[in-house]
């Protein structure tokens, strides 16, 4: 391509991204830019009041806490290793500095590298834990990481630290309002970063995760890959706050990085608002308030203003807490927004664009799962084609959901093989076979209630974008825009599939219970399946409802789905099966092509 | 006439009213700056910040003059909390205000020199002895007027060696238990044949029985123990616990109350722990000495240790504040002799005067020697009924007099 | 007479003795007006000093001992404590040798010294009225 169409090309994408931002552009996005404004300015006109390189300290802090909010706000992960991180940063970039002549900016991020690899395998250790479990977790990370700074003096320096050389930063002189700045446009564009991953699919599928685990799963979402991703990512920030808060201290001290400091750095997000972009920032400045009283509490009582401030700080945020986690970010827009309501978000009813169906044909054979001396599935054999409802029915106990859980892969089979067209499924994970075009939705009718509706049926796209990862989201590329405008339209298409395209806006969890069945298949159907697992669609619903969903099967076969349906209601069946199995004590019983009841 | 006169002699009143008040508005500050930490080691911070205090108030009721203006001394306390990063933001803080010195209990001092000579402002430390600190050549505004683990490490072993002792060298894993194990290998490193073994003290054990043990299998005749005051405690208590009354020596950790604290239930076992630390009085005899005691604790009160002594309460005497109060003498000296607080002539003239310290000794600087308290000066003391008293099998330690140490 | 007699020849011992203690030599008041009594005899052989340790005119030494890692040397110096104080300062000098730290007193005086890869003092002490006791206390480095 010529440098001229180069550049033509790149104009285009760069005013397509201005018109979107101006788009999106909200009255929060106004005020964080105009703290962003306040921020820079603030050494000038606070005049000394406080000094440069205290808010240097708090603007690195608000960094590390930024980087905090990415696995606590988006991931919903109580991660209580960030301290463990930034010190991680600060000590492989204090070494690095010490023993080369590399630029400081690049020891930094090295710094911030190896406390992102850190990450990962912290990420990687409790990637499949609750959320208690993994605040334990990185908690004990954090005691080992201090304690080994203080056993090991070579890597810390020992009491006096690790005194590390003055270099230039981007060509700069490094005095503290040099730093302060660097931190503040870091904070800021980390702040950005957040907004940007939150709003794409990385954002939705960690916000899903968090909400319902059962249900992201069932959606394909690969909850553990991506609580690995947010703990480097949040781990890489933190790195990169440490390894340039080193170079402001002059020193790497092995005091600072302990425990003490991931729970400062918790407090902060948690107090701020972990789901606002400038939340963690808002907590930074929270604490430094905190430090005042502690030293005027210090001086009325003669003693160190350090026994009160961890005090102070755990106080704050119980009161948060127990006033039911109203942080300080999130109720400043709810206060700004009874004054000025946010305008309606702008339609987006594009032209549905439905993606072409897939018509493959399941097969499953002789699928046999014991739980010790109990036989649940014994032998089942099936054939899902396409176009076709196949009625799974029998009485409870004779292993219908335990065939539904075996072809999803949430179970593995004792026996058996299950094959996808000419792909076999036996042994991929869930989130596999949803990529490969099997999907299921719960009997339970799960959803994520913070989600909107619309941001349901996202979740279910997100498996099938090629340009959707994390880094072309930050960056907003092309092609992520294109796929995004795509994807939208994909979800909404699934919306009206099973009428709910009038609700897209609203919050998931102002749905009835047969409405939140409809958007779970509607999210299934956003994952472009060729078989469509359903568990019991019409239980508790209303005639009108059941109307509907007849309407929903009978397009969904003209589209060409295969589905297995789950059912109790034989009348139901009858209207929309082609086929009907039924079980007993885990073997089919019978085999129907035309349902006679 | 007499109404005359005494008109005349109350506006001569005024006028010297007058004339005070206008030279009093010339009067300028020598800030000081204490950084120690208050928090961690209040009986280290306090011990330093009291001295310092103490040297202040005193020239100020002199009136301190330099070049022509009065100054007045000006102490501000902060709390590096022995975090070497926020030894740093002191030192910042120190720059911002002017200081004219900083007196540290030593924490952070190889980042904080830097930022301080950038700005000639003197550093002195007050409490740590550890090589390195301290280069009259490398780091020219770094001084020092604290017994040096090299000093402390070499009369120990004069002290101990000739005894014909198996000595187990005792140390813990803190910096300053490992500092002080390097310096005792420095002064070990020809005699192998005094050492029994070498053993590491876990400083977060709550029981050092295994390492004692480990030290009587050795076939120790003594210890000698470098470890902050809570490992020293446990040790002591692991080994007359046991029956074992090994003779134990120690450092100025052996001063520490908290030692006695510890062992208050069994006062016996602290009987005949021996300690090295800096003389407290001097060739002048002692004298100066207790007027400077009777000066801090008019000022600070008596320090209590929390023990008794035949039924009388014992307390610590201010040794270790002798050491920045000199110091604090010796920049008050300095600025007379630079004419004022141009940061560059009074870190030269540091290096020039001298003066009598607190206990009548010649403290003063070269530009060859920024350590204040030479290595012969450490003199060694021992234990009896939770009072100490100096040695009389060393030369110099039996010139010395016992320091009251009861009320 | 007899009587009268004694009393010099038991001051002499006491004046003896008190040279020839090997404990640390107390500085008294008034020393320098003292008359000297015969002097401790030199030791055989040279002293183990630090290589090119300046030894100032009119100084004998009388032993060496071993304190752990350290050499004390002991000797003495015909002259007042002040000579001799000047004398160890400016052939440390001479020699170099760097002067850490000098203090003098009425009677005893020190000079700190650093050089020839160890550390040390000479103390220096007036016995009486033309005799400096010197302590050379070396430490190696």
């Not at chain 1, 609750?130 to 003096?153: Q, Y």
């Not at chain 2, 008109?7 to 800030?31: D, E, P, R």
């Not at chain 2, 770094?142 to 000093?151: E, K, N």
């Not at chain 2, 002594?309 to 920049?331: E, K, T, W």
């Amino acid at each position: 391509m010529s440098a001229q169409a180069t550049a033509v090309r790149t104009g285009t994408a760069v005013r397509e991204a201005v018109a979107t931002a101006r788009q999106s552009w909200t009255d929060s996005a106004t005020a964080a830019g105009v703290a962003v404004g306040l921020a820079v300015i603030a050494p000038f006109v606070l005049g000394g009041l406080i000094a440069n390189d205290s808010l240097a300290s708090g603007a690195y802090l608000a960094l590390a806490a930024t980087g905090l909010g990415l696995c606590v706000g988006l991931a919903g992960v109580p991660s209580l290793a960030q301290g463990a991180f930034v010190g991680t940063g600060a000590f492989v970039a204090a070494h690095v500095l010490r023993d080369t002549q590399l630029p400081a900016e690049l020891c930094a991020l090295i710094g911030a590298i190896a406390a992102a690899g850190l990450g990962t395998a912290a990420g990687f250790a409790v990637r499949s834990l609750d959320s208690v479990r993994v605040a334990v977790g990185t908690w004990l990370l954090t005691w080992l990481v201090a304690l080994a700074l203080g056993a090991l003096p070579w890597l810390s320096g020992g009491a006096q630290g690790l005194v590390v050389p003055t270099r230039r930063l981007f060509g700069l002189n490094p005095t503290p309002l040099v730093h302060y700045e660097l931190g503040v446009v870091l904070t800021g564009l980390c702040a950005l970063g957040l907004v940007a991953l939150r709003r794409g699919p990385f954002g939705l599928d960690l916000a899903a995760a968090s909400q319902h685990r059962g249900a992201a799963a069932a959606l394909g979402v690969p909850m553990e890959r991506l609580r690995v991703v947010a703990f480097a990512a949040s781990a890489f920030v933190g790195g990169l706050a440490g390894g340039l808060a080193v170079q402001l201290d002059i020193v790497a001290d092995p005091t600072a990085y302990g425990p003490l400091l991931s729970f400062e750095l918790l407090v902060a997000v948690l107090v701020g608002g972990a789901a606002a972009a400038f939340g963690p920032s808002v907590g930074v400045i929270v604490l430094g308030l905190i430090s005042l009283a502690a030293r005027a509490l210090g001086a009325l009582a003669g003693v160190s203003a350090s026994r009160f401030q961890p005090m102070l700080e755990a106080l704050l945020l119980l009161a948060v807490l127990t006033t039911g986690g109203y942080a300080f970010v999130p109720a400043a827009i709810r206060a700004a927004r009874r004054f000025r309501p946010a305008p309606p978000r702008a339609s987006r009813r594009t032209a549905a664009a439905a993606p072409p169906s897939r018509r493959e044909t399941l097969r499953a054979h002789d699928l046999a799962k014991h739980f010790g001396a109990v036989s649940a599935v014994d032998g089942v054999s099936l054939e899902l084609q396409p176009g076709t409802v196949t009625a799974l029915v029998g009485p409870n106990g004779s292993g219908k959901t335990t065939v539904l859980r075996l072809l999803s892969g949430a179970l593995p089979p004792d026996d058996g093989a299950i094959y996808l067209g000419r792909q076999e499924l036996t042994s991929l994970t869930t989130a596999e076979r949803v990529r490969a075009g099997l999907v299921r939705t719960l009997q339970s009718r799960p959803f994520f209630g913070e989600l909107s509706v619309f941001e349901h049926a996202l979740v279910g796209t997100n498996r099938t974008r090629r340009y959707g990862g994390t880094v072309r989201t930050l960056v907003s590329t092309p092609l992520f825009r294109a796929e995004n405008r795509i994807a939208e339209a994909h979800a909404f298409a699934a919306l009206e599939t099973v009428g709910l395209a009038r609700e897209a806006d609203r919050p998931a969890s102002e749905l009835t219970g047969s409405g939140r069945e409809r958007l779970m298949i509607a999210a299934a159907l956003a994952t472009n399946p060729a078989v469509l697992l359903v568990d019991e669609p019409s239980a508790g619903a209303a005639p009108e409802d059941l109307e509907l969903l007849k309407a929903i099967f009978t397009r969904l076969k003209t589209d060409g789905l295969a589905i297995l349906l789950v059912e109790h209601n034989l009348a139901f069946v009858r209207a929309v099966a082609d086929q009907v199995l039924a079980l007993e004590l885990g073997r089919v019983a019978s085999r129907e092509p035309n349902p006679r009841l | 006439m007499r109404a005359t006169a005494t008109v005349l002699v109350a506006l001569s009143f005024v006028a010297t009213g007058c004339g005070h008040s206008s030279s009093a508005s010339k009067q300028q500050t020598i800030l000081v700056v204490v950084d120690a930490p208050f928090s961690q080691s209040p009986y280290i911070g306090n011990t330093i910040g009291n001295g310092v205090r103490l040297a202040a108030e005193q020239l100020n009721a002199q009136t301190l003059s330099a070049g022509g203006a009065n100054y007045r001394l000006r102490v501000l306390r902060l709390d590096n909390a022995l975090s070497p990063a926020k030894a740093v933001a002191d030192t910042r803080r120190a720059l911002r205000e002017h200081a004219t010195a900083i007196v540290t209990d030593g924490t952070g001092v190889d980042a904080t020199w830097r930022l301080a000579n950038s700005k000639h402002i003197p550093i002195c430390i007050a409490y740590q002895g550890g090589g390195g600190l301290v280069n009259p050549q490398t780091r020219p505004n770094v001084f020092r007027i604290a017994p040096t683990d090299h000093g402390l490490a070499f009369r120990l072993a004069e002290y101990l060696v000739p005894k014909r002792l198996k000595i187990a060298l005792l140390a813990d894993d803190s910096d300053y238990g490992q500092e002080g194990k390097a310096a005792l290998a420095d002064a070990f490193r020809t005699l192998p044949k005094s050492v029994a073994a070498r053993i590491t003290l876990p400083s977060s054990a709550s029981d050092l029985a295994p390492q004692v043990l480990q030290a009587r299998r050795s076939g120790a005749t003594a210890l000698l123990v470098w470890a902050q005051a809570p490992a020293l405690a446990k040790t002591i208590v692991a080994a007359r616990s046991a029956g074992w009354s090994v003779p134990i020596y120690t450092t100025p950790a052996g001063e520490d109350p908290f030692v006695r604290q510890q062992l208050a239930d069994h006062p016996s076992w602290v009987d005949g722990l021996t300690f090295a630390s800096g003389r407290m009085t001097a060739e002048l005899g002692p004298a100066p000495w207790a007027t400077f005691e009777a000066a801090y604790e008019t000022a600070f009160g008596t320090t209590t240790v929390g023990v008794k002594s035949h039924g009388r309460p014992v307390i610590a005497p201010p040794d270790y504040a002798m050491y920045p109060y000199d110091f604090v003498n010796l920049l008050a000296a300095a600025v007379q002799q630079a004419k004022g607080t141009n940061p560059a002539k009074v870190l030269a003239a540091l290096n020039q005067v001298s003066t009598h310290g607190a206990n009548g000794d010649e403290r003063g600087f070269n530009e060859r020697n920024h350590e204040g308290v030479v290595d012969d000066d450490v003199y060694f003391a021992r234990f009896s009924h939770m009072v100490f008293r100096p040695v009389r099998d060393d030369p110099l330690s039996s010139t010395l007099p016992q320091i009251n140490q009861v009320r | 007479m007899s009587r009268i007699a004694g009393v010099p020849i038991v001051f002499a011992v006491l004046l003896v003795a008190g040279c020839g203690s090997s404990s640390e030599k107390k500085s008294e008041p008034g020393n320098a007006e003292k008359e000297c009594g015969p002097a401790l005899p030199a030791m055989a052989g040279s002293p183990t000093l630090p290589p090119k340790f300046p030894t100032p005119a009119s100084v004998t030494y009388t032993g060496e001992s071993k304190a752990g890692p350290s050499t004390i040397v002991k000797g003495y110096r015909n002259g007042e404590l002040a000579d001799a104080f000047d004398s160890y300062k400016s052939a440390f000098d001479s020699a170099g040798y760097s002067v850490t730290h000098d203090e003098k007193e009425a009677d005893d005086a020190e000079v700190n010294f650093e050089g020839g890869k160890s550390t040390g003092q000479v103390k220096m002490i007036q016995l009486c009225k033309d005799r400096t006791s010197l302590a050379i206390t070396i430490r190696p480095q």
